[in-house]
């Protein structure tokens, strides 16, 4: 396979801290490392970022927006984020608990009513159909904020999958509105299973507002942020710097580019993964939950909600791996094995130090075509790499994160020393 040709990275030497006149160990050790990849050509393009406390640390990019391409990759190219979008809405949701528009605790059926028509999958019988029941407890904001409601996703569980294929359902991020309509794997509070939760918090967002998911996003979180370039719609001037999604085949070599895109102007804005993005604008929010809610001079959320979003939200659960059934949309995907895991507020949270140089308590979570952030509130930084390749956690995709990671800890701490 041809390397794809490699760009120069973006960075932005009067933004960094690091920089007085000369490169910054940060800048030439990251750079290293993101072009090391584009030349040996596993990964096609890449955009990275890092933010302090007060402002950002590293901007950079690295190869084509699309293989075989000569448009090259930027920190503000525009890329599908899929799951990213979630803490996203889960910060709408938590702006409307504090207003008391929502609850964390009451049946979300309250706004919801459509959601008690929704039932448990016990079972599938001799005709292949399945067998359900009432849930045993009411669903609530935090239950699906925290993926413990009993909803799955189709990637990693059969019973959502089957379901969907039985009833001839459209994929969640679809945009379509029947596409939810999927019974639970589990009861409610039973077990922590990544799946739909935050579509129906998408639902419950547009409910209490009277507005349109993405509208609300873009007067109260993106708007405010600055994030210019993220939506669920992608504007003429994001289009213009819109990345391709590329598939590793199953060579484990080679790269297909794929003719996809998030439907536009769907019938509901998919809030569990729908919005597109650019390191740049992502880094934004990373910022405001460092800077405990407050960002461009506002306060986008209280420091105490920020505090909330930011520690263990379910008890005694735990994440698991997530065991793939479709492979061309995800391996076998756990981060840092071995390191338990909670979740808070719509965050991963780690509650041990992770082997990158990751404090314990720090949140994180990423997009299906292997876009990461992590958000480390004990060290004050957060950091960003944004990819177009499935499957999520690709193996040379997780590694360049893992890498990414690693290389901003060990040259933040050199610095320092």
């Known amino acids: ?38 030349a040996s050509g596993r990964i096609p393009g890449v955009a990275a970022a890092v ?19 000569e448009t090259q990759m930027t920190p503000d190219t525009v890329m599908w ?6 803490p996203l809405v889960g910060a709408a949701a938590m702006q409307l608990v504090e207003q ?12 919801l009513p459509d959601i008690n028509a929704i039932q448990v999958v016990t079972g599938w019988d001799a005709m292949g159909q399945p067998m359900l029941r009432p849930p045993k407890t009411p669903i609530t904001l935090r239950h699906l904020m925290t993926h413990t409601a009993g909803f799955t996703s189709d990637i990693w569980s059969e019973n959502s999958a089957r379901f969907l294929k039985l009833n001839k359902l459209p994929r ?11 019974p639970l794997s589990f009861d409610p509070g039973e077990r922590w299973e990544y799946g739909i939760n935050i579509d129906w918090i998408g639902l419950a967002i547009s409910a209490v507002t009277g507005m349109r998911l993405g509208e609300y996003l873009q007067k109260h979180i993106t708007g405010p942020l600055g994030m210019h370039s993220t939506g669920f719609e992608i504007t003429p001037s994001m289009r213009a710097r819109l990345a391709k999604v590329h598939l590793r085949n199953h060579d484990d070599q080679s790269l297909s580019l794929l003719d996809f895109e998030v439907p536009q102007h769907a019938e509901v804005d998919p809030g569990g993964g729908g919005m597109y993005s650019t390191a740049s604008d992502y880094l934004r ?38 065991h793939t059934i479709n492979t061309n949309m995800s391996l076998d995907a756990e981060f840092f094995p071995g390191v338990e895991k909670t979740w808070g507020l719509t965050f991963m949270i780690n509650e041990a130090p992770a082997p990158t140089g990751r404090s314990t308590g720090s949140l994180a979570w990423a997009g ?10 004990v060290r004050k930084i ?10 999520f956690v690709d193996t040379s995709a997780i590694k360049l994160f893992t890498d990414f990671e690693t290389t901003v800890y060990q040259s933040l701490q050199a610095t320092k020393a």
């Not at 299906?368 to 509130?377: E, K, Q, S, V």
Request: zero cysteines; aromatic letters at 4%.
């Open 1 to 38: 396979m041809t390397a794809p040709k490699l760009a120069s990275a973006s960075a932005n030497p009067s933004s960094s801290t690091f920089d007085s006149g000369t490169q910054s160990p940060l800048k030439t050790h990251i750079d290293a490392v993101l072009s090391a990849v584009i």
């Open 51 to 69: 933010t302090s406390l007060e402002e950002t640390l590293y901007e950079g990019a690295f190869g084509v927006r699309a293989q075989g391409q």
């Open 81 to 86: 984020i899929a799951s990213m979008t979630k």
């Open 100 to 111: 008391g528009k929502l609850s964390l605790d009451d049946p979300i059926a309250h706004v």
């Open 172 to 182: 969640a991020g679809s945009g379509r509105r029947d596409a939810l309509n999927i």
């Open 285 to 322: 929010f990373t910022r405001m939950m460092l800077n405990n809610g407050r960002a461009n001079g506002q306060q986008i959320l209280k420091p105490e909600t920020v505090a909330l979003m930011s520690k263990n939200a379910m008890g005694p659960l735990r994440v698991k791996m997530l």
């Open 368 to 377: 299906l075509p292997n876009a990461y952030f992590w958000i480390d509130p």
């Open 382 to 391: 957060a950091g960003v790499l944004m990819m177009q390749i499935l499957p």
